[in-house]
């Protein structure tokens, strides 16, 4: 049994996300290193931003 036929048993509904996202997510390697990087330090700017957020 291959493993999406395994996921469609157990999980269907998460392997339907996951295939609806998957093709949000193959465009992202397409940037360039630059551009990577600053989604990456922008989303851990606001990652830690809710963390102090959530203890005040």
């Known amino acids: 049994m291959r493993v999406p036929e395994v ?3 157990k999980c269907p509904v998460i392997l339907r996300l ?3 996202g998957l093709a949000q ?3 992202f390697p397409a940037f360039d ?3 990577r990087k600053a ?3 922008t ?3 606001w990652a ?3 963390s102090i957020r ?3």
Do not use: G, K, L
């Open 43 to 45: 989303n851990a700017i």
């Open 39 to 41: 989604i990456y330090s």
């Open 54 to 56: 959530r203890f005040r």
């Open 25 to 27: 997510f193959v465009t």
């Open 33 to 35: 290193v630059e551009i």
């Open 18 to 20: 996951w295939h609806s």
């Open 7 to 9: 996921w469609e048993q």
């Open 48 to 50: 830690n931003a809710r």
